[in-house]
């Protein structure tokens, strides 16, 4: 009876998702994507993954269609990710740079939002201002993915959660820890972890918080989605009891003048296994990339613990999953992830 029932619970749930449509929608933040609409992504991710990669089929889902990729900062994993996904789903990647691309110098975002509009079916872009993205949606007729922004990291904690959820079979109730700066990628995590029944717990140094607004909305979807949200300045506190530590760098592009003060302020923060002896006996490690040996040591980036490789490889099969549901109404062939 208990079979059945899980049974008819795994298909009533299969068959909610599977009315969840992204088709035309932008990516600029998850704040704007429901608990469904998130698990939606994922699913389709998985259904990619297990179907490219392990069943070796070949999926021209996106057949005919064009995506310009605008890099205002340069990126190993968001462009590698994209340019191959795309290509690999039948589509034509194209990339510009800040040489080929003046965005609002040469030619106003306005502009080049309704030009791109008439030349290709989405638009992922990597700038430094998310003012820039929101000015990018709000003229074009396509769909906009936040490749980062100085407050927003959406991809990158797709690809996160999707190897959570392959490494640890579900997602709800796993706590993870961030040891680091209140940046981009902890400013996503914090508008979608409740959302997935994650709990969530923060340390990062005085004057290194993350936006208020930011915190104001975490607290809200964590007493909403009924999941815990704890902020504190003690790294093993945070670390107390967490399946997952992540950290990322401490010095982002755009801040190497503040390196050596942000060294400084950042003293005790690296992930040690020291750090990982008050977190759960199953704990893992995730960095979104590229790494410095001040944030974590090598015997936990390259311990079995880390899961740093399959997190990088995951950037590509999330963002595929994404634009497959920005552009297509693809419904996913596996049975649907547990969440």
């Not at 449509?21 to 998850?30: A, D, F």
């Not at 982002?252 to 050596?260: A, Y």
Request: glycine fraction near 6%.
């Amino acid at each position: 009876a208990s079979c059945r029932r899980l049974s008819l619970f795994l298909s009533i749930g299969a068959a909610s998702l599977g009315s969840v449509s992204l088709k035309g929608r932008s990516c600029l933040t998850l704040k704007d994507f429901s608990s469904d609409e998130i698990k939606k992504v994922l699913w389709v991710s998985g259904d990619l993954k297990h179907r490219i990669k392990h069943e070796k089929q070949y999926l021209p889902l996106l057949q005919g269609k064009s995506i310009a990729m605008i890099f205002e900062k340069r990126s190993t994993r968001t462009r590698m990710s994209t340019e191959t996904g795309f290509a690999l789903l039948g589509g034509h990647p194209c990339f510009l740079t800040s040489q080929d691309i003046h965005l609002g110098v040469n030619e106003s975002c306005t502009d080049t939002a309704r030009v791109l509009s008439g030349l290709c079916d989405i638009v992922l872009a990597r700038v430094y201002s998310h003012s820039t993205l929101e000015e990018l949606d709000k003229e074009a007729s396509i769909p906009i993915i936040n490749g980062l922004s100085d407050l927003y990291h959406p991809i990158q904690i797709l690809a996160d959660f999707l190897t959570l959820q392959e490494h640890y079979g579900s997602l709800s109730g796993l706590t993870v820890s961030w040891i680091g700066d209140g940046n981009n990628v902890l400013h996503s995590f914090m508008m979608a972890a409740a959302k997935l029944g994650v709990h969530l717990k923060i340390a990062t140094p005085k004057g290194y918080e993350p936006e208020k607004s930011v915190i104001q909305e975490a607290q809200r979807l964590s007493k909403e989605h009924g999941t815990q949200l704890v902020l504190t300045s003690d790294p093993m506190e945070a670390a107390h009891g967490s399946n997952v530590l992540v950290t990322d760098t401490w010095v982002s592009m755009g801040q190497e003048e503040e390196k050596k003060k942000r060294l400084k302020d950042f003293q005790g923060y690296q992930i040690t296994m020291q750090t990982g002896s008050v977190a759960k006996p199953d704990w893992t490690f995730l960095h979104c990339l590229p790494r410095k040996m001040e944030e974590v040591d090598d015997q936990v980036f390259y311990s079995s613990r880390s899961l740093v490789f399959p997190e990088a490889e995951n950037r590509k099969w999330t963002i595929m999953g994404l634009m497959v549901s920005l552009l297509t109404d693809y419904t996913p062939q596996i049975p649907m992830l547990k969440f």
